[in-house]
């Protein structure tokens, strides 16, 4: 493996990572991107080598992933995604600093504000003056890299992840949905991924 990728990409930490899913090593890196310091951990199972495994990229969510909000499916897609790779016994999840879509965690909060003012997920964040979805996909895909994957299925509803990987010259050889139940108080939220940002919806 190489160290001194683009982004000046560093692996700072490696461990065994056991967990309810499954055993995992974990490593920790952080990078240059556009100028700023950015860090991802990724839990990796399994023997990578070979035919294209299950890659799952997952932006944190504060409120979803740890306070288990039902607001939106990101814990519910983080736990499909960590379910998954332990049913094939290999695979890799990145798991990324972007809250909010890259807008943080209290202009996160401000969104749902708007939002219970009547605004989509969209309408919040141009309200806020931030577009759509600010994230950027060049660690994950630079991580990717740097681990020697050439070819992935990635886990996941949202076409710019797939465009972001392919773009860093990682094949997506399959693009598998990552589809949480629709549940009353994720709806809108999840209508509104769909309808504006072409997300798959289950």
């Given at each position: 493996?190489?160290?001194?990728?683009?982004?000046?990409?560093?692996?700072?930490?490696?461990?065994?990572?056991?967990?309810?899913?499954?055993?995992?090593?974990?490593?920790?890196?952080?990078?240059?991107?556009?100028?700023?310091?950015?860090?991802?951990?990724?839990?990796?199972?399994?023997?990578?080598?070979?035919?294209?495994?299950?890659?799952?990229?997952?932006?944190?969510?504060?409120?979803?992933?740890?306070?288990?909000?039902?607001?939106?499916?990101?814990?519910?897609?983080?736990?499909?995604?960590?379910?998954?790779?332990?049913?094939?016994?290999?695979?890799?999840?990145i798991y990324e600093q972007q809250e909010g879509r890259g807008?943080?965690?209290?202009?996160?909060?401000?969104?749902?504000?708007?939002?219970?003012?009547?605004?989509?997920?969209?309408?919040?964040?141009?309200?806020?003056?931030?577009?759509?979805?600010?994230?950027?996909?060049?660690?994950?895909?630079?991580?990717?890299?740097?681990?020697?994957?050439?070819?992935?299925?990635?886990?996941?509803?949202?076409?710019?992840?797939?465009?972001?990987?392919?773009?860093?010259?990682?094949?997506?050889?399959?693009?598998?949905?990552?589809?949480?139940?629709?549940?009353?108080?994720?709806?809108?939220?999840?209508?509104?991924?769909?309808?504006?940002?072409?997300?798959?919806?289950?």
């Amino acid at each position: 493996m190489n160290n001194s990728l683009a982004l000046r990409l560093t692996k700072v930490a490696e461990a065994d990572f056991p967990t309810q899913f499954g055993f995992f090593r974990i490593f920790g890196f952080e990078g240059q991107v556009a100028g700023r310091p950015e860090e991802a951990v990724v839990l990796a199972m399994g023997d990578l080598a070979g035919d294209a495994p299950l890659v799952r990229i997952h932006s944190q969510c504060l409120t979803g992933d740890v306070f288990h909000s039902l607001r939106c499916d990101c814990r519910a897609q983080l736990e499909i995604a960590l379910k998954s790779i332990a049913l094939e016994g290999r695979g890799l999840l990145i798991y990324e600093q972007q809250e909010g879509r890259g807008i943080g965690l209290l202009n996160k909060l401000r969104a749902y504000e708007l939002q219970d003012q009547g605004a989509d997920t969209v309408e919040a964040n141009e309200r806020l003056g931030f577009d759509s979805d600010l994230r950027s996909y060049e660690l994950p895909a630079a991580i990717l890299r740097y681990l020697g994957l050439t070819a992935v299925r990635l886990l996941s509803n949202n076409p710019d992840k797939v465009e972001a990987v392919e773009k860093a010259g990682v094949e997506v050889v399959e693009r598998v949905p990552c589809l949480a139940d629709v549940l009353e108080t994720r709806e809108a939220y999840l209508r509104t991924k769909k309808k504006k940002m072409g997300h798959l919806l289950g």
